[in-house]
């Protein structure tokens, strides 16, 4: 692979340009390709940081990465449930889900197997037992599948709406109507790929119905229930209507206060058909600490 900077891509850093060249390729990617000796400036060696002059001749030997394989690891991990097949856990912010770009280890995927040993296969090999996920900086109670059969199970449960979240978030402003609804498509953002919006006017459907619970001076804390799950779904709606979860910064809310370090939402309660037997369970996560004092925060 052969790229050929121009004249207006003087002064560029290498790992910057082959960036914009590649796309699809993340930045650290490509510095590991340079330090591995897979970039070639007029034929040397360079650092990421070479600066370009601009007509030079790049040769890029790209790499494929190692694969990702799910390890059990002793991380701390709060159970809240627990039968033959099914297992609730209260997933804390800053933790994320299972592994992907930038994420091979520190997972609560990786807790899971440290704990439980075997989980369900469906989802594959680096999501052993993940029916639904929770975004990293979201909190709470999250449903884990030990068993094929009761992955599929469960997974036909949320498919079909028969599993019943509800949502704990702090939003920005003061909203005058006690309760409400949102129906608008969820779709990804064509400038902000991290993003997702509603003012494209096409995607996939999505409902989101809150309820107020407290007013304060410049926020509102609410419940709120998703009758979907779609990507981003209750952070961009509430952005939607002109207030974003307080500490969202990707959806319009302003930079938390320095020891919070999170957005305020938490996944509060979640009501399933357990496979285990065919009753109706309902699990809570109790409000973080750090959630509890921003309500009791003077800012508000």
């Known amino acids: 692979m052969i790229r050929t900077p121009t004249i207006s891509d003087r002064g560029k850093r290498l790992d910057v340009f082959l960036r914009e060249q590649l796309p699809q390729y993340s930045r650290s990617r490509i510095q590991s390709w340079v330090r591995q000796g897979r970039v070639r400036v007029d034929g040397k060696e360079e650092k990421p940081a070479c600066e370009l002059r601009g007509g030079e001749t790049i040769e890029l030997e790209p790499a494929e990465p190692p694969p ?4 059990p690891e002793d991380i701390p991990l709060e159970v809240l449930y627990e039968d033959a097949e099914v297992v609730a856990v209260n997933k804390p912010a800053g933790l994320v889900v299972h592994a992907g770009a930038g994420h091979s280890k520190g997972t609560l995927v990786n807790a899971l197997l440290h704990r439980f040993r075997k989980l369900s ?4 090999d680096l999501r052993p037992g993940i029916v639904h996920r929770l975004d990293r900086d979201t909190s709470g109670v ?5 068993t094929d059969a009761a992955h599929r ?3 036909e449960q949320f498919s079909s709406r028969r599993v019943k979240k509800v949502y704990l978030a702090l939003v920005r402003g003061v909203l005058k109507q006690d309760q409400g609804r949102i129906e608008k498509p969820v779709t990804r953002d064509a400038a902000h790929r991290t993003r997702m919006t509603t003012s494209a006017g096409r995607g996939r459907s999505a409902v989101t119905e809150y309820r107020v619970l407290r007013r304060f001076a410049g926020h509102t804390l609410l419940e709120v229930s998703p009758g979907t799950g779609r ?23 302003p930079k938390p206060q320095p020891d919070r370090g999170r957005f305020f939402l938490h996944a509060h309660r979640i009501t399933f058909t357990s496979p285990a037997g065919g009753r109706t369970v309902t699990v809570e996560a109790p409000l973080p600490a750090e959630l509890e004092a921003w309500l009791d925060s003077p800012y508000n």
């Open 121 to 124: 296969g469906v989802g594959g």
């Open 231 to 253: 990507t981003h779904q209750i952070r961009v709606h509430l952005a939607s209507i002109g207030h974003p979860v307080a500490g969202d910064r990707l959806y319009g809310a």
């Open 68 to 71: 990702l394989q799910a390890e």
């Open 153 to 155: 199970d469960l997974a």
């Open 142 to 146: 999250l449903l884990v599948a030990r």
